[in-house]
């Protein structure tokens, strides 16, 4: 905000489109008020619907364009929890497709003009990462007891070396749903309130055309940015799957 | 996007600063951090991945999953029927063959045997015309001899009348028997 007084006439607010309002008016957002969050949720959920079910509904051996988007999706998920976890992580390909397609949706929707980027919140991505925190975490001492903690335990390292790696190894652990919801809220919000800074400078004529071409540059960035980000979120949770799995590195 | 609203100049800045004066709607230094939104987005997103989840795991998902085993089982079983296919027609190409060579044999006996028939005829047609010929030759010879003959007797006989002729104009008288005998010695010699 330091814009406002630094440029006088100008008037940007490249924050402002994070702000949860309630959709109907008023200004008070109770916990089940129906807000912009709401709306743009739905939304994602309308696609995810259009895509997965609709795309789908021939279920054609020579699929048609929509269908073959819907497969894409299903096989690139498919693959990398196959991939990363191994045979005994497809039967949480469920879990993981439903984030991954709740947030790479998002992220889209949000470069709409106008849209409220769900996935920009830290209240969304943290809850999101908590869960695969916590699922994570219960299924590892599920899966193996005790032997769960043998994931700090690095029996590669030199035994002197193991007590100090176990340390960095547990403080790592815990520090994996913060990296985990602010990587994607952090990128989701800088990106947004970039272009929005840039197009603030798009009412001075003089330097509007730079500003123009950098919303387009950054906005192609974008683009790229959103699906990776769903991408490395789907993919750290596959990895975080594959530690409660099998522990033992 | 929807700044009007909000456009109370100065208050930003004051957020930015950290001065705590927001009031709800109002422009904040960061709306992330406005933890009365929280409860609000964290219901709308349970709510959102039950409804994605049970969307993907009831319907989505198993349909994908069924389309893709099927087009599997339809490419496999394809690849199988042509292979099926290719290993008849190979039969085909070996019988084919088989049957050319067969051909081909039963052509050459057909030919040879044409061939044999075919000698066979002119031998007799040759040996045939050969024999005709020897006897239409023989018959010649025979006839040729005949016609000598003849010609013999005849020169025999004009020869006795000229030399009888010849004698009488000589003025002496010859006996036929002595004529006859001179002339058969002449001849002869």
Not at chain 1, 127 to 147: C, E, R, S, Y
Not at chain 1, 191 to 212: C, D, N, Q, R, T
Not at chain 2, 49 to 63: D, F, S, T
Not at chain 2, 94 to 111: F, M, P, S, T
Request: hydrophobic content about 55%; proline content about 3%; glycine content about 6%.
């Amino acid at each position: 905000m330091a814009e406002d007084a630094a440029e006088g006439g100008l008037n940007i607010h490249p924050m402002d489109q994070f702000v949860v309002k309630p959709l109907f008016g008023g200004t008070e957002v109770n916990w089940y008020t129906p807000t912009n969050v709401t709306l743009w949720m739905a939304l994602a959920v309308l696609c995810v619907v259009l895509l997965l079910v609709v795309g789908t509904r021939g279920r054609a051996i020579v699929p048609s364009r929509i269908q073959s988007v819907a497969e894409l999706a299903y096989g690139f998920v498919y693959k990398m929890v196959e991939d990363v976890t191994g045979k005994d992580g497809l039967k949480y390909f469920p879990y993981i497709m439903t984030l991954f397609i709740f947030i790479v949706f998002s992220n889209f929707l949000g470069l709409l003009p106008m849209a409220f980027t769900t996935t920009s919140h830290i209240a969304v991505t943290g809850v999101m990462a908590m869960a695969v925190f916590l699922f994570v975490t219960i299924l590892g001492f599920v899966k193996n007891g005790a032997g769960f903690l043998s994931v700090f335990w690095i029996s590669a390292a030199p035994l002197v070396l193991r007590p100090i790696l176990a340390l960095i190894e547990v403080i790592s652990y815990f520090v994996r749903p913060v990296s985990h919801s602010i990587r994607l809220a952090g990128n989701m919000m800088a990106g947004h309130a970039v272009i929005k800074v840039f197009a603030g400078f798009a009412v001075v004529a003089l330097i509007s055309p730079v500003s123009i071409a950098a919303i387009s540059a950054i906005y192609a960035l974008e683009v790229l940015v959103s699906f990776i980000q769903a991408y490395v979120f789907a993919i750290l949770t596959c990895v975080y799957l594959r530690d409660a799995l099998h522990p033992h590195h | 996007m929807a700044t009007e609203e909000t456009d109370t100049n100065g208050d930003g800045l004051a957020d930015a600063l950290g001065v705590d004066s927001h009031s709800a709607g109002e422009a904040v230094g960061m709306p992330q951090l406005d933890f009365s939104s929280f409860p609000n987005q964290i219901f709308w997103l349970v709510i959102t991945l039950v409804v994605i989840y049970l969307i993907l795991n009831r319907i989505a998902l198993p349909r994908i999953a069924s389309v893709l085993a099927d087009r599997a089982g339809a490419i496999s079983n394809d690849i199988a029927a042509a292979e099926d296919l290719r290993n008849k027609a190979v039969e085909a190409e070996a019988a084919y063959d088989k049957a050319l060579v067969d051909a081909r044999a039963e052509a050459q006996k057909i030919i040879a045997d044409a061939k044999a028939d075919i000698q066979k005829d002119l031998d007799v047609a040759t040996s045939h015309a050969e024999a005709e010929i020897a006897a239409k030759t023989a018959e010649s010879e025979s006839r040729i001899a005949e016609i000598r003959d003849g010609a013999i007797d005849s020169v025999r006989e004009v020869a006795n009348d000229v030399a009888k002729e010849i004698v009488s104009v000589l003025g002496q008288k010859a006996d036929a028997n002595t004529i006859k005998a001179a002339v058969e010695q002449r001849i002869k010699s």
